[in-house]
T-cell receptor, first 113, second 115 residues
Framework: AQSVTQLGSHVSVSEGALVLLRCNYS??????LFWYVQYPNQGLQLLLK??????LVKGINGFEAEFKKSETSFHLTKPSAHMSDAAEYFC???????????FGSGTRLQVQP | GAGVSQSPSNKVTEKGKDVELRCDPI?????LYWYRQSLGQGLEFLIY????????KSGLPSDRFSAERTGGSVSTLTIQRTQQEDSAVYLC?????????????FGQGTRLTVV
């Protein structure tokens, strides 16, 4: 079975600072990996996904993530945080034979002015 | 429709009552998922529908929970004899084809409060 661990339930950064949200996965087969963002009182929106093509994936709003098989990681980064990035971020994994996405517990990002 | 539509957006019910939550997926999407998001928790998978295949019900927490999808489109999640621990946001998502759950599009959710 696959699983996802997000390190840090809350992350706080200053506006303009680097954003780094950590995600580690466990899977017995090559996974597909995703980052979703959830703004207050809204559903989830796909930020980016890894589907075994390029290991560095670029998404919307300046976010990117790098798939590192040796570290079983898929950390999300953004060079310069903006106030509008404040939200909850979820890492998710899916694998063949288990069609539904398995989500991590989420990381709430706070951006300080 | 343009996106996944869920109704109602909010539901308050008394303990022991039955509730029905509705999901209208994106037109043409053959896969439909239900997730539950409790306060301070991640997303818990409930059930998955793909075309005419038997649904994957492995995430349903008890036999009080059931779901159906009529005509391969609209889905209804039913919770019987609601309990306070059922209070959560119920999220529906849909996606194209049999992709590995990829690029699922989510609705705004139904916030269920059991009092």
């Amino acid at each position: 079975a696959q699983s996802v661990t997000q390190l840090g339930s809350h992350v706080s950064v200053s506006e303009g600072a680097l954003v780094l949200l950590r995600c580690n996965y466990s899977s017995s087969v090559p996974p597909y990996l995703f980052w979703y963002v959830q703004y207050p009182n809204q559903g989830l929106q796909l930020l980016l996904k890894y589907t075994s093509a390029a290991t560095l994936v670029k998404g919307i709003n300046g976010f990117e993530a790098e798939f590192k098989k040796s570290e079983t990681s898929f950390h999300l980064t953004k060079p310069s945080a903006h106030m509008s990035d404040a939200a909850e971020y979820f890492c998710a994994v899916s694998v063949p034979g288990r069609r539904a996405l398995t989500f991590g517990s989420g990381t709430r990002l706070q951006v300080q002015p | 429709g343009a996106g996944v539509s869920q109704s109602p957006s909010n539901k308050v019910t008394e303990k022991g009552k039955d509730v029905e939550l509705r999901c209208d997926p994106i037109s043409g999407h053959t896969a439909l998922y239900w997730y539950r998001q409790s306060l301070g928790q991640g997303l818990e998978f409930l059930i998955y529908f793909q075309g005419n295949s038997a649904p994957d019900k492995s995430g349903l927490p008890s036999d009080r929970f059931s779901a159906e999808r009529t005509g391969g489109s609209v889905s209804t999640l039913t919770i019987q004899r609601t309990q306070q621990e059922d209070s959560a946001v119920y999220l529906c998502a849909s996606s194209l084809g049999q992709g590995q759950g990829g690029e699922a599009f989510f609705g705004q959710g139904t916030r269920l409060t059991v009092v």
